[in-house]
């Protein structure tokens, strides 16, 4: 696994960059979150970074019950609760009446967030969302999540640059860590990202390809 600050900084340093580049009526694009324009996205990750903060400073006890992998086991698509979220959501982000004011919030929480996984000892236990892990691969899980919708600010917005090529590679690393082998598909790591987190579906091809393992897709989502 990588150096955990060091890819939460390239990932959020990546994602704000694009959030700093858009204007109003980009704000208003699609994403490639179902139901989400760009803003409700943006929204989303603030409240991420925003955990990430709490988390950090929420020592707990041992033992540990996830890690920079298995973390991402109870995130499913297509449930009550995802369903709820999106909602939720898209709710508190119209509260912003102009992009300009969430951009702020977004950028001084990301930077707040990446301050704090710097100074945090990587080996401490932390606690968020009813589950015990270290500094370190909360750290990385918070990089994973950053780094997947970066592909969803980005789907609608052909000019913006692309996630850091080393948190799209931690992406990977998790991926496979879920499937239990590397996928035995040629597939960038973006492609990987976007089709084992249900953002592009499997071709007859692909499926014959990963066998078995086809049917654990998305891996999460």
Same mark, same amino acid.
Not at 56 to 77: I, N, Q, S
Not at 141 to 152: G, N, Q, R
């Given at each position: 696994?990588?150096?955990?600050?060091?890819?939460?900084?390239?990932?959020?340093?990546?994602?704000?960059?694009?959030?700093?580049?858009?204007?109003?009526?980009?704000?208003?694009?699609?994403?490639?979150?179902?139901?989400?324009?760009?803003?409700?996205?943006?929204?989303?990750?603030?409240?991420?970074?925003?955990?990430?903060?709490?988390?950090?400073?929420?020592?707990?006890?041992?033992?540990?019950?996830?890690?920079?992998?298995?973390?991402?086991?109870?995130?499913?698509?297509?449930?009550?609760?995802?369903?709820?979220?999106?909602?939720?959501?898209?709710?508190?982000?119209?509260?912003?009446?102009?992009?300009?004011?969430?951009?702020?919030?977004?950028?001084?929480?990301?930077?707040?967030?990446?301050?704090?996984?710097?100074?945090?000892?990587?080996?401490?236990?932390?606690?968020?969302?009813?589950?015990?892990?270290?500094?370190?691969?909360?750290?990385?899980?918070?990089? @994973? !999540?950053?780094?997947?919708? #970066?592909?969803?600010?980005? /789907?609608?917005?052909?000019? *913006?640059?692309?996630? &850091? %090529?080393?948190?799209?590679?931690?992406?990977?690393?998790?991926?496979?860590?879920?499937?239990?082998?590397?996928?035995? @598909? !040629?597939?960038?790591?973006? #492609?990987?990202?976007?089709? /084992?987190?249900?953002?592009? *579906?499997?071709?007859? &091809? %692909?499926?014959?390809?990963?066998?078995?393992?086809?049917?654990?897709?998305?891996?999460?989502?």
């Amino acid at each position: 696994m990588v150096e955990p600050v060091g890819v939460l900084r390239s990932a959020y340093g990546a994602f704000a960059r694009v959030v700093t580049s858009l204007d109003e009526e980009e704000s208003w694009l699609p994403s490639g979150c179902v139901g989400w324009t760009v803003r409700d996205l943006v929204f989303h990750c603030v409240a991420d970074a925003q955990r990430g903060l709490v988390a950090l400073h929420t020592p707990a006890k041992g033992p540990v019950d996830r890690d920079a992998t298995t973390y991402w086991a109870d995130w499913r698509p297509d449930t009550v609760g995802a369903a709820n979220g999106r909602r939720y959501n898209r709710v508190c982000a119209s509260m912003f009446l102009v992009f300009d004011q969430l951009r702020g919030l977004y950028l001084e929480t990301n930077a707040a967030a990446v301050t704090a996984a710097g100074r945090a000892d990587p080996a401490s236990l932390v606690a968020t969302q009813g589950h015990v892990l270290t500094a370190g691969d909360l750290v990385t899980t918070l990089a @994973v !999540e950053a780094t997947v919708h #970066h592909l969803d600010l980005v /789907a609608h917005l052909p000019s *913006a640059a692309p996630p &850091a %090529e080393d948190a799209l590679a931690c992406v990977r690393t998790v991926l496979d860590g879920l499937s239990g082998r590397p996928v035995p @598909v !040629e597939w960038s790591d973006e #492609h990987y990202a976007r089709a /084992a987190t249900g953002r592009a *579906a499997l071709t007859a &091809a %692909e499926r014959e390809r990963l066998g078995a393992d086809a049917d654990r897709f998305p891996l999460f989502g």
